[in-house]
Structures are given as structure tokens and as C-alpha cells.
């Protein structure tokens, strides 16, 4: 399954798009433009091949250790719509985060991403050269290492679908699950159309 998760006031029985570039927060925009670069649209929708990790769904810790430890949120929890068949763009997760923060900060990623993601690899490169550290196969540094060229780290590391996809547009009404907090959510969402049997409450009581 591949999912992904929507603010409920901007859910729609169709098709959704990206927000436009001019408020896309700007410490993402950057990486989005140079990755507009290789899937030939920006920004872009994301999806995930796990329910919980990469989208942020997992509730909140009520625990006497956590922040929302006797509070009351305020805020309106999103909706998640989970898809059988996906074809999107492929961005491993964990070198895309790897690579966040160089992109974020390069002042062209059209003409500097590349180079600036190659650096930062060197330099990680050669500072675990210098201080001894061994550099396991399967770690993003690892597969840096084996790679022929930049190309061909490209193709079989980072551009691979192993836990996220980007997409262009998103037809929410093909959603095979729809997961909510809440009966208020569950009756918006049938307002809008979408089916009663796809639709289930997840982890509610954490969200009253």
C-alpha cells in the first residue's frame, strides 16, 4: 500500500495538487526544486509505503514523560488515504533526509544541487577515513562508496522504491483505506462522497 496523509479542510472528493511554489515553506523548496530536476514536476505530493514512520500518523505519546501529557490539542489531526497501485517517482527516504540539508542551503539547487551532494558525501567520506570509522555497505555512506559514478548512485540508491514515492496529482477518490480520528471526520468525509466501508477510525480515543 502506499499512503498519504491530508489536512481534512483541503480534502476533496478528486484529484489534489501540490500547494503552489509561492507557499511551500522555504526550507523545502529548495530540495524540492533540484528533485523537480530529475521527476520533471515541482513541488510534489508525497507518498509512503509504511502507515506510520515516514507519514507521521503514529499518535502522540500520552505518557507523564510526553508534551501532550495532560493537555488538550487543539488542532484537527489529518486524514490518511491509503492506495493499492502508485505510479510515482521513487526517493529513498533516508538519503533523501541525508541530503535535506545541503539542498536547503546551496543558493541554486538547479545549477549546485548536484555538486553540493557530492561534496558532502567526500566530506563525510574522508572524515570517516581520518578517524578510523568503518563504513558498513548497507549505510547511505556505504552505498556512496560502491557506486560507480554520481549516475549510478542515482539510479540504484537514491531514485529506488523502497519507502516513498512523489507524485504529480492524487486521485483521492481511488483510496482504498481511509483512516480518521474521529466520527466528525467520518461523517465529513461521507458528505464528500467517499465510501462508508473504506473508512475507519484509527487510535480515536487518543485524539478526544
Known amino acids: 500500500m502506499y499512503y498519504h496523509t491530508q489536512e481534512l479542510k483541503y480534502t476533496t472528493y478528486g484529484k489534489i495538487y501540490p500547494p503552489p511554489v509561492g507557499i511551500v515553506d522555504d526550507w523545502l523548496l529548495k530540495p524540492y526544486i533540484w528533485l523537480g530536476k530529475y521527476c520533471s514536476y515541482c ?75 557530492k561534496k558532502r558525501f567526500e566530506e563525510w567520506h574522508n572524515d570517516c577515513k581520518k578517524e578510523g570509522i568503518v563504513v558498513t555497505p548497507n549505510s547511505e555512506l556505504g552505498k556512496w562508496i560502491s557506486s560507480k559514478n554520481y549516475e549510478d548512485f542515482l539510479n540504484n540508491y537514491f531514485f529506488v522504491e523502497n519507502d516513498q514515492v512523489v507524485v504529480p496529482s492524487l486521485n483521492l477518490k481511488a483510496a482504498k483505506q481511509i483512516f480518521c480520528r474521529n466520527e466528525k471526520q467520518v461523517k465529513a468525509l461521507r458528505h464528500m462522497g467517499f465510501i462508508q466501508d473504506r473508512i475507519k477510525i484509527l487510535n480515536s480515543k487518543q485524539w478526544e
Not at 508525497?46 to 501529557?69: D, P
Not at 502508485?86 to 538547479?110: A, Q, R, S, T, Y
Open 43 to 117: 513541488p510534489q505530493i508525497w507518498l509512503s509505503r509504511s502507515k506510520l514512520s515516514i507519514t507521521g500518523y503514529k499518535s502522540k505519546s500520552k505518557g507523564k514523560s510526553s508534551k501532550y501529557f495532560g493537555a488538550r490539542r487543539n488542532f484537527e489531526p489529518n486524514v490518511m488515504f491509503g492506495f493499492d497501485i502508485i505510479k510515482g517517482f521513487p526517493v529513498d527516504f533516508e538519503i533523501w533526509c541525508f541530503c535535506l540539508n545541503p539542498l536547503m542551503n546551496c543558493k541554486d539547487p538547479l545549477k549546485e544541487g548536484d555538486d553540493i551532494i
